[in-house]
């Protein structure tokens, strides 16, 4: 078998060992493969494997890749959106993580409905207050969350936050626990329920399992020891 679906069962065996000793069943936790910089032959061999749903950062790259592969693949956009990109990546992206600003958010509802698409968001909240994470304050969140679940347009399925890359355990118990508590008070003041929590990267995602992540984003686990296209 090759190298990248034997590293996808790998992690995929990891999540399931991560549910279980979390109390959880498998099925409530997405393994979302995070594509970028990955050419698209090694893409491939996933998606004849079976897997029909990649996350880019990068508009550039997102578009290049959806017109270039099948059509039945929903592509999930994760990266820092500037303004000027923000149709291009609704024309493509069923799935939106990043929306990090109210001013972002009420263009995206816009453009959307222009585009006549209907795309899932997620709210990023830096919970770690770390200076260079893309995301609100989670002081910003309650206001930007009451005006999402008003936007015509965009289905909020939740929030997403990346933990500080050299995180240790007490810490990411803190970021994705914090994610979580936000998560049910925003469901809370909004009166609509948040099922998702986008949380939990390569190197720390069964401890964002045990905090109650749905989509786990995982990239280089998967994708060790493939070349990749230079950025
Ligand atoms: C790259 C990236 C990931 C995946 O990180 P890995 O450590 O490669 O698994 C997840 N989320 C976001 C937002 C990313 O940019």
Redesign the pocket.
């Known amino acids: 078998m090759s190298v990248v679906i034997d590293n996808f069962l790998a992690v995929d065996r990891m999540l399931g060992e991560a549910c279980a000793a979390a109390g959880r069943k498998r099925d409530e936790v997405k393994l979302l493969v995070?594509s970028?910089t990955i050419p698209i032959p090694v893409l491939m061999e996933l998606y004849d494997y079976g897997i029909r749903e990649f996350?880019e950062?990068r508009e550039p790259e997102l578009a290049m890749k959806s017109a270039a592969m099948p059509s039945d693949i929903i592509w999930h956009f994760?990266?820092p959106v500037q303004s000027n990109k923000i149709r291009k990546v609704v024309r493509i992206a069923q799935v939106i993580?990043?929306v990090e600003s109210l001013s972002q958010l009420i263009k995206f509802d816009r453009v959307a409905g222009e585009e006549e698409k209907n795309p899932e968001i997620f709210l990023e909240v830096n919970v770690s207050g770390e200076i260079s994470k893309g995301g609100m304050t989670p002081s910003e969140l309650p206001e930007i969350a009451a005006t999402a679940v008003q936007c015509k347009n965009l289905r909020l399925s939740g929030l997403?936050t990346?933990a500080p890359l050299d995180a240790g355990n007490d810490e990411l118990l803190a970021v994705f626990n914090g994610l979580r508590i936000l998560r049910d008070d925003i469901s809370v003041k909004t009166g609509k329920a948040l099922p998702d929590l986008s949380m939990g990267?390569?190197?720390d995602f069964p401890v964002a399992v045990s905090c109650g992540s749905t989509i786990i984003?995982?990239?280089?686990?998967?994708?060790e020891g493939i070349e990749r296209i230079p950025r």
């Open positions: 995070v970028k996350a950062n994760i990266g993580h990043s997403m990346m990267m390569s190197g984003r995982v990239g280089s686990r998967i994708f």
